[in-house]
Each structure stands twice: as C-alpha cells, then as structure tokens.
C-alpha cells in the first residue's frame, strides 16, 4: 500500500535556556509527518532528530521526507537506512498507529529532569510535593567544587523516599567522575551516574561500574539501536538509556529488548507529545522496572 506523506517542520522555544556540560539549548526542532492510507484513515509521526547523539540533523531529515513528497509505502518504511534513526522511528510509529486500537494508558513513574546549577536546592520541592520521588540533574555544567557543595547540600535535606540521577553528558574527566562516584557513594540516595566520561571511554567507564556502589548508565554511548548492540557486544551488562525517538526501528529495538534482559531506562528527547505517545506505548509493551526519564513539561 502507498501512504500519502505531509509533513510540517516545528520550533519549540523553551521555557530557560537548557543547559548541559555539551552546551546551552534554546530551541526544539523537528518535523511533524502525516501518513494518510488509501481509506483517508491518517495517523500522525514526529522526527526529533538529535545529532550530538548520533541521529540525522534537521536538513537531512527534511530532504529524507521531500525524497517521498509522493508518497511512501509499508516497504520503504521498513527499509529507511540505519543512518537515518529519527525518521526510522517517526514512520514506523507512524505505520503502527493505523493498527492500534484505544486504549487507556497505565500510569507510568517519571523521573523529573531539573535545572543545572544550585537552583537544584529549591526546584525539587514543587514536583515532590505533587508526587514526583525520582529527580535527574545535570552536573558537568558549572566547576567540580561548586556542583559538589550544591550536591552535599541537597541530598542532606532530601526525604528518604528520594532517589536521585546525576547525569554528565559525558563531560567529566576520570578523576572528576571517580569523585562524583565517590560522594554518590557516600550519600546513597543516587540511583545512577549518568554518562560520566565520552563515548569513547568505554573501558574506563567498564572500571566505574566495577569499581563503586553507584551503578552507571550509558546514554551518549547508546544513542541509537546499532550502539546499543555495539555495547552489548562489548560486555556491557549495566543500564543502558533509550532515547527511542533518535534510536532507530522501534519494531527493531522490541525485538532486541525481548531477546535480551535489558536494564533500560526510556529517556525524552524533548519531544511533543507525538512521539512520546509511541514511547510510551513500548515503554508499556516492555515493562521498564525503572522511572521514565518524561519528567519534561516544565522545560516548555
């Protein structure tokens, strides 16, 4: 069958600038699409390209779509090339929603994303008050000295029904990362250390795990499906982050994740609520026993 495609590019300002030890972030682009079948039956997909994790940019996710302006069969979809990993998820989520029946969503455990810097110490109290018990905060963005002092600080006043992420980017060096590790360690209120060192710091970061309590997950080293299977390859047995919106098939990765026991946590790409639909619905199919890294809203 042949489905019509429409598609309409997107800017979402956020709300503050969104800042990690890779850079600030002031805009979220991507692309609506629109299959339409022949019964005029239509059903919605995003591409939320993220380059800096190994997807396609922006333009090259434009002209992907221009190229099927025509129109796109089940066929195509199923063999758009790996190096194009958000439009591989926005078709196919696209694709499956034409087969999909209503259904009522179970609720699903957040972890809410907080800003950088020592604001930390105050910005945590609304969501836990609304509920909210898992909280993720970026570190690498201001000195070692000032992040630790910040950490020290809240953990000491955080309820014991708190557990904590700590996530890097990639933008510690060792030793800064064998402190964090070291003062997670001593807090015990951090569930992970997120992506402490670069990609291609594999081993030393195969030694963190080894090494301390606080587990470690991979997130920029996994960026899509074939660097996921790379690690796998590779002896990683740890927590591995989905951004499933940039990972590539999700009809690919479900086999994947049901082959393997995996320990995943479903992380947002700052996308609309389009593709995080067709997370969740795998996120449901797959039962992570960890909090989805959605807790977004407040960014926009």
Not at 60 to 66: E, G, V
Not at 181 to 192: I, M, P, R
């Amino acid at each position: 069958m042949n489905y019509q495609l429409s598609f309409t590019p997107y800017k979402r300002p956020f709300r503050r600038p969104f800042r990690t030890s890779s850079g600030v972030w002031k805009i979220r682009e991507g692309i609506m699409i629109t299959l339409q079948d022949a019964t005029g039956k239509r059903s919605e997909g995003e591409i939320a390209p993220l380059p800096s994790f190994g997807s396609e940019t922006l333009a090259q996710a434009l002209a992907f779509c221009s190229h099927y302006s025509q129109g796109i069969t089940k066929t195509e979809i199923h063999q758009i090339p790996d190096q194009f990993p958000a439009c591989q998820f926005a078709f196919e989520s696209a694709l499956e929603g034409f087969s999909l029946e209503t259904s009522s969503q179970q609720t699903l455990s957040l972890s809410v994303l907080l800003p950088a810097g020592e604001t930390v110490l105050e910005s945590w109290q609304s969501p836990y008050q609304q509920g909210q018990r898992t909280f993720k905060w970026k570190i690498g963005v201001f000195s070692l000295d000032a992040e630790l002092a910040w950490f020290q600080q809240w953990v000491a006043d955080l309820p014991d029904d708190v557990q904590i992420r700590l996530d890097a980017n990639g933008g510690l060096t060792l030793p800064e990362a064998e402190e964090w590790f070291q003062n997670a360690d001593v807090s015990g209120k951090v569930e992970f250390i997120e992506q402490p060192l670069p990609p291609a710091q594999f081993e030393p970061m195969q030694g963190l795990e080894a090494t301390f309590k606080t587990p470690l997950a991979l997130d920029e080293s996994v960026g899509t499906l074939r660097e996921l299977q790379a690690c796998y390859k590779r002896g990683w047995r740890g927590i591995f982050v989905l951004k499933c919106a940039i990972a590539g098939s999700p009809r690919l990765l479900r086999q994947l994740c049901q082959q393997h026991q995996l320990d995943l946590v479903f992380s947002s790409v700052m996308e609309t609520s389009v593709a995080r639909e067709a997370v969740f619905r795998l996120a449901q199919e797959l039962n992570p026993k960890r909090a989805l890294g959605f807790g977004v809203d407040d960014w926009f």
